[in-house]
């Protein structure tokens, strides 16, 4: 967990040693107090701790404290913090710190290190990787919860891919094959009703918990006091908390919005289990998806956005120029504006005993906690795209093997060029052209697969302990229940996409002084005057009916094409019913030109 325990192929993320103008400026942040030996300076169960900052003395950090098996995880010495993660999200503390000895620390208060971590360039770089790689070490060390329950269990699978996507360390106990396990849960008792059951430290023992209770048992989620005593309607609600949502989290609010970002499973979604990425604009040297959604989420909430885990859309809806959004758990969100950046869902393969598998041998990332299944053994990556590509990088540093499996010739018509010659020239890499996998092999766990040579039509068997499957996904806009134009596959239509005949009636409105030329249509979508989106988009709320990028060139097109008052025009989707408004705006007289 610090320098001198792991080597790090990081060394800004190893190097946790403060130098003297770096401590100068922590002190303007913090409070200097004087310890003694024995005490306690967080533990596990609190809802959050300070930076620590070791001055004189030493700081022990101890999983399980005042237990018979108690355990010294990482000793801290002067010039160093104590931190990880967990301090920044919010996470309930797992982890027990102690002076060992007489000494001094620095007291840094968690609102003042998100100061530090916006306000300090230098040392922000610093804490942030120390943070990260710390995590992975407590990760692949299984600190934190502890899951219990039976892989065949769908609660199991579900809790495994929440932790493995929100990157939460942890351990999971499989009931089958101990004795032990079984015993003990007897002592408790547990009926097999209850399972899986996670204990969390400091906190009561959860029973299968439902995604939202077991972030809310960590701190990650919203109390219900807090969530009442926000405004009734928002500027702006993000959902969908990726790469896109949480930029559009952040240029909202850095615009004075309020702004809320409403995130289904875990921040940075697909794009934060990637294990590298090289070709993101501003990060020459790559960095983690983790990394990544840390970065987006410190900045959001630079800006005052606030965040919700755990917030599953159900249901979409208009009403007098006021949008809402209601949740899995009962809570509508209403917005002004409403931008729709819910991305997609894994496709999974065709395969029986599928399900079984999942989280047994099956994965849909390749993260610290994934690949720790197959360190020293081989892995099998399904999928030609650049998160297959990375995940084999990933997997190609612990793994003996890894093989990455295609149904076409090459990788070079789906993975970018930087990494197909980086997987060419990495001798444990080795690509299977035209094959796929017809069966799962295995018992309790996978131990091999059944693939298929499309070109000879030949079976075979290959030993694995882990699939890992990249075969794209699915648009996860089945929430919005017709209200917004989806083509055959789910996905949002914007811009040229856009039916024909909605564009030239809109091209016509536009023309047209009053908008009459579209008639009365029923069910119609409400849009407001052309002529305002301009400012809307410059200098208020912009509603994005997309999954991803939004680009503002039609529009501000029919801007152009506008009259100068503002109008409003109501359109039919070409048939869809649409039982709401679509996009309702106050029709304001724009700013002059």
Request: hydrophobic residues 40%; negative net charge; contains cysteine.
């Amino acid at each position: 967990m610090t320098s001198g325990v792991v080597a790090s192929d990081d060394p800004l993320a190893h190097q946790a040693y403060l130098g003297e103008n770096q401590l100068q400026i922590l002190r303007k942040y913090g409070t200097e107090q004087a310890v003694s030996d024995g005490d306690v300076l967080f533990v596990d169960g609190d809802h959050t701790y300070d930076l620590i900052v070791v001055l004189e003395g030493f700081v022990k950090v101890v999983e399980g404290y005042g237990k018979p098996d108690s355990d010294v995880i990482v000793t801290y010495g002067p010039n160093e913090f104590v931190g990880e993660m967990g301090l920044l999200t919010g996470q309930r503390v797992f982890l027990t710190g102690v002076a060992s000895g007489s000494g001094r620390i620095l007291r840094i208060p968690v609102e003042k290190v998100r100061s530090i971590m916006t306000e300090e360039p230098d040392l922000s770089e610093l804490i942030l990787r120390a943070f990260l790689f710390r995590r992975a070490l407590l990760t692949t060390r299984g600190s934190g919860l502890t899951l219990v329950g039976s892989r065949f269990c769908a609660g199991t699978r579900r809790l495994l891919e929440l932790l493995a996507r929100n990157r939460l360390s942890s351990r999971w106990v499989e009931l089958e094959g101990s004795a032990e396990v079984e015993a003990w849960l007897q002592e408790l008792p547990v009926p097999s009703e209850d399972l899986p059951i996670v204990l969390v430290p400091g906190h009561r023992l959860l029973r299968n918990p439902s995604n939202r209770e077991l972030l809310t048992a960590l701190g990650l989620t919203e109390v219900e006091e807090e969530a009442s005593n926000r405004d009734d309607v928002c500027d702006l609600l993000v959902v969908g908390g990726g790469p896109a949502g949480l930029a559009a989290a952040v240029y909202g609010s850095s615009e004075g919005l309020t702004t809320t970002l409403a995130e289904d499973t875990a921040l940075g979604g697909q794009a934060g289990t990637s294990t590298r990425i090289e070709n993101y604009l501003g990060f020459p040297a790559g960095l983690s998806g983790e990394e990544l959604a840390a970065r987006g989420a410190l900045q959001a909430k630079k800006f005052g956005a606030r965040i919700k885990l755990a917030a599953r859309a159900t249901q979409l809806s208009s009403r007098d120029g006021i949008h809402a959004v209601t949740f899995e758990n009962g809570e509508t969100i209403s917005a002004k504006s409403i931008i729709i950046a819910t991305g997609a869902r894994y496709n999974r393969l065709p395969l029986d005993r599928l399900a079984q598998f999942e989280g047994a041998g099956v994965f849909y990332a390749a993260t610290q906690m994934e690949a720790q299944t197959c360190v020293g053994r081989t892995a099998v990556v399904v999928g030609g795209g650049n998160s297959a590509g990375q995940a084999a990088m990933f997997l190609a540093r612990t793994c003996a093997r890894v093989y990455i499996m295609i149904r076409g010739d090459s990788l070079a018509s789906s993975m970018s060029r930087y990494l197909i010659d980086q997987i060419e020239h990495h001798p444990l890499i080795e690509v299977l052209s035209n094959t796929e996998v017809t069966r799962l092999v295995g018992d309790a766990q996978i131990s091999a697969v059944e693939i298929r040579h499309a070109g000879t039509g030949a079976m075979s068997i290959l030993d694995t302990c882990g699939l890992f499957v990249f075969i794209g996904a699915k648009p996860a806009t089945e929430w919005l229940g017709g209200q917004i134009a989806v083509d055959k596959h789910g996905f949002v239509l914007t811009g040229p996409d856009l039916p024909q005949d909605i564009v030239r009636k809109l091209d016509r409105a536009a023309r047209d002084d009053t908008g009459d030329n579209l008639g009365q249509v029923p069910n119609p979508i409400i849009m407001s005057g052309l002529a305002h989106v301009k400012r809307l988009i410059e200098h208020d709320v912009c509603r994005c009916l997309e999954c991803g990028n939004e680009s503002a060139r039609d529009i501000l097109n029919m801007y152009d094409r506008a009259p100068r008052r503002a109008v409003r025009l109501q359109v039919d989707l070409s048939g869809r019913e649409c039982p709401s408004d679509q996009i309702v705006q106050n029709n304001v007289e724009p700013q002059a030109r």
